[in-house]
């Protein structure tokens, strides 16, 4: 890979220990995948936030680091929300270390904002064409295919690398020739807001890494693309995929898939809640103000009778005090920093209901509880059900 004379110096250490550690894994991963170059981002998505995850080595490795990112970059969700965690049950012992993750990360420079959508809270990070360093899953998605941006999906210590660079490897999703479609996908139903999450669930399961192209009865809405980007990305490792009438076709000989309702339905049926839902978690990936408005109005006048969490950015919880407050006002909680996936609280449940494809493909897995799959009306009803 060439290196300009100042990224040469950096990787020696000529500029610092930090530099050169954060120079070494973006050489290490140019020279992996036959990157030519680094490129310069507009902004980075650091994973590996919550200490659930990373534990006591993470939080050595970053507390180790000196000096500042180089570009705006903010955090993922962390284990928990970083002040009402004791609403959560999570213990002293791991909000201390939590905190401390967080602190590591603000003495770098980088942002605490805990998100996975870092694209609603501040649409300055990302804009059409600009390369970025992201990670989470879900916003990779969503910058690569609805915003029109480029960005690999970044490990923990490769964003931060990239962040202190201000540079990522020019490699994968970076170069138009793994931009192509690789799928056809035909969606013959008339959708509803909640079949984009079990949508996503199917595809990703059937196209694994591949770039589907769709073509639907009408034009998505964002929270839409959302959800359906989310779950591709869980159930598969799906990074872009192509959803406008004038997005680019997949090649001749492209894999073709149809979908119909009734395949969204048999999937549906099989991920029913059956009665023993003991908490019921939306916003997955992290509510939008639209969102948090639905909910509000689905809970107007009611009370909720088992625990229903609804994780959504700190600063989109700030700019709808009077929705937090209505939610609020039937026992709800609005958790923001973190989600059902990555926080420990979520450990001491058996069956988590969801309104997500992306929840509904990891809970089982990462929170080892079952799951199940409906609408945000069916998630308040499950909720508020007595009995
Ligand atoms: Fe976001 Fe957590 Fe879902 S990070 S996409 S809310 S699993």
């Not at 990224?7 to 991963?29: C, T």
């Not at 923990?156 to 962040?163: D, T």
Request: charged content about 30%; some cysteine; proline content about 5%.
């Amino acid at each position: 890979m060439h290196l300009s004379r100042e990224e040469e110096r950096a990787y020696q250490g000529e500029l610092g220990e930090s530099l050169r550690k954060a120079m070494e894994i973006l050489v290490a991963l140019g020279e992996i995948y036959g990157a030519d170059q680094l490129i310069p981002i507009r902004s980075v998505q650091v994973a590996g936030v919550s200490f659930k995850t990373i534990g006591e080595a993470g939080l050595e490795w970053i507390s180790d680091l000196r000096g500042k990112v180089a570009v705006p970059a903010v955090l993922n969700p962390a284990g928990m929300d970083l002040a009402r965690w004791r609403e959560m049950k999570i213990g002293e012992n791991f909000a201390k270390k939590q905190l401390k993750v967080v602190e590591a990360y603000r003495r770098l420079g980088v942002s605490p904002d805990c998100t996975c959508t870092p694209y609603q809270i501040r649409p300055e990070l990302a804009r059409r064409d600009d390369h970025l360093a992201w990670s989470e899953s879900s916003a990779v998605s969503f910058a690569n295919s609805v915003i029109g941006a480029r960005t690999n999906r970044e490990g923990g210590p490769s964003a931060l690398a990239a962040a202190l660079v201000g540079k990522t490897p020019r490699y994968g999703y970076h170069l138009e020739e793994n931009r192509i479609p690789t799928h056809k996908i035909a969606v013959d139903a008339d959708l509803e807001p909640s079949d984009y999450g079990i949508l996503g669930f199917i595809v990703g399961r059937e196209v694994g890494e591949g770039v589907p192209r769709f073509r639907f009865r009408r034009r998505p809405e964002v929270d839409e693309l959302k959800a359906l980007g989310a779950a591709m990305a869980a159930s598969g490792s799906v990074a872009l995929y192509y959803f406008d009438e004038d997005a680019p076709d997949a090649p001749k000989g492209a894999e073709e898939i149809a979908l119909t309702a009734e395949d969204l339905r048999a999937v549906r049926e099989e991920n029913a809640p059956d009665g023993d839902v003991d908490i019921v978690a939306v916003g997955c990936p992290h509510s939008s103000p639209n969102e948090l408005e639905e909910l509000a109005r689905l809970l107007e006048g009611k009370r909720v009778e088992r625990e229903l969490w609804i994780c959504t950015a700190r600063r989109i919880a700030e700019r709808c005090p009077r929705l937090v407050e209505k939610i609020e006002r039937s026992g709800a909680r609005v958790f923001c920093d973190t989600c059902m996936v990555v926080s420990p609280a979520s450990d001491r449940y058996n069956k988590m209901m969801v309104n997500s494809g992306k929840a509904l493909a990891y809970v089982p897995g990462l929170c080892k509880m079952r799951a199940a799959y409906g609408s945000a009306a069916e998630c308040v009803e499950a909720a508020t059900r007595r009995g």
